[in-house]
């Protein structure tokens, strides 16, 4: 029994649980949420990755690359197209909220009113205090993903300057990152479970009624995400990266459905890291380096709804926007994207940052926020695939991937 089910790939047993949860969800009801706990007792296990996870990767990550020069352009290319996409993906947003106006002559009652989350007061000053940590410890106590990321960017260039002193460390620290990858083996097999149990909850829960109230925006969301994942992330990995793009998508499926079914890019990259070096050969400095950054600040899939959200909202409560307001959309979509965490309904709370800025009313949240999961699931599976689309993009770049194992990986 056992020896069977182990012979089966795990993509193979996590597709078939994100099916067989949505049917028992859909028969089952709102009674299906008894199994949640199964999935949250995933979601805490891949959790307790995430701060040794990305602390061992980045610094081993960056401590990699060898050369101080090397880790410019590998930053570099990588926080370009990390910028790029996320200006497409908000203008992609902005476009499809004005050709098909999801919230024009919708009748407001109709939507069940999810719970408005507090305010979000915010300022750009805050955030830019917020990067800097002012305990690394607590930082890491507190899973302050960006704060420690900027630590760990640091202890990995210290490491490049001290040269042959920083060596020593450099071993550690890839010896970490190493032992990390095989704990996050063990965790993968409850994956299947896990996700089983979160479909199932999704699926009896939210029902069909709220989700016709909202069809219009539920289905711009899944466009937009769709044309980024299809057309954008395909774009670049067939003309920048010159890789077969069927290849990189079966590459990251696991990676797919686990974002799916968690919402949350955090607790998705230990996965995506797998994905990316095992299947897609993409070199582990590269990956650790590019796909830990980007699980935080690269999330075109928020970025375009946080966009298209904004146009929503002034549609159902008769807002005029300029053309003036629609670049300072542009803007601010973009950072409220990077200053999002990887974790599930944060888009939802950086609608305020956006919102306010434009004077669309924060009501809109409330409406919104009932079908919130839903269209979670489907932008942060645009946010992890965009993390390894960059990833294989860069690696392609400076010839940090092993093509042989991209194509031959059919033990996936
Ligand atoms: N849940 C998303 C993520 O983890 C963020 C969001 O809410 O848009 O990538």
């Given at each position: 029994m056992l020896r069977f089910w182990f012979a089966i790939p795990l993509w193979q047993r996590v597709i078939a649980a994100l099916f067989l949860g949505i049917v028992t969800g859909y028969f089952w009801g709102?009674?299906?949420?008894?199994?949640k706990w199964i999935g949250d007792f995933f979601i805490k296990a891949i959790k307790m990755l995430v701060v040794p996870l990305i602390f061992f990767s980045l610094v081993a990550g960056v401590a990699a690359i060898g050369d101080i020069r090397k880790l410019g352009s590998v930053g570099g290319r990588a926080l370009f197209l990390f910028v790029i996409t996320g200006q497409i993906a908000v203008w992609l947003g902005l476009f499809l909220g004005t050709m098909i106006k999801p919230g024009e002559g919708l009748d407001t009652s109709a939507i069940p009113r999810g719970e408005t989350p507090p305010p979000n007061e915010t300022t750009a000053i805050d955030m830019i205090l917020s990067i800097v940590p002012d305990s690394p410890v607590q930082v890491m106590a507190d899973v302050r993903v960006l704060p420690l990321i900027v630590f760990a960017l640091l202890i990995g260039i210290g490491i490049l300057m001290a040269d042959e002193d920083g060596k020593p460390l450099a071993k550690i620290f890839d010896s970490g990152a190493i032992v990390m990858q095989k704990v996050t083996l063990i965790v993968m097999e409850l994956t299947p479970f896990g996700v089983f149990a979160l479909m199932a909850w999704v699926a009896g829960t939210l029902g069909l009624d709220a989700l016709l109230a909202l069809a219009k925006l539920v289905g711009l969301n899944y466009l937009g995400c769709l044309l980024i994942i299809i057309v954008m992330y395909s774009a670049m990995i067939k003309f920048i990266a010159k890789l077969p793009v069927v290849d990189f998508f079966r590459g990251i499926i696991d990676a797919i459905a686990v974002s799916y079914s968690t919402a949350s890019s955090n607790a998705t990259l230990p996965v995506t890291l797998r994905c990316t070096q095992r299947n897609l050969g993409v070199s582990t400095s590269v990956s650790s380096f590019v796909v830990s950054l980007g699980a935080t600040i690269n999330m075109n899939g928020t970025a375009m709804y946080l966009g298209l959200a904004t146009l929503f909202g002034a549609q159902i409560f008769g807002v005029d926007l300029s053309w003036g307001d629609y670049f300072l959309i542009s803007i601010l979509a973009t950072l409220a994207a990077i200053g999002?965490?990887?974790?599930?309904g944060a888009g939802l709370i950086m609608m305020a940052l956006v919102f306010g800025a434009v004077d669309v009313p924060l009501e809109t949240i409330a409406f919104v926020a009932g079908v919130d999961r839903i269209m979670d699931m489907m932008r942060t599976t645009t946010n992890v695939s965009g993390d390894a689309a960059v990833a294989t993009t860069v690696a392609a770049l400076t010839g940090e991937i092993d093509r042989e194992e991209m194509i031959s990986a059919d033990d996936i």
């Open positions: 709102p009674e299906a949420a008894s199994i999002a965490a990887g974790i599930p």
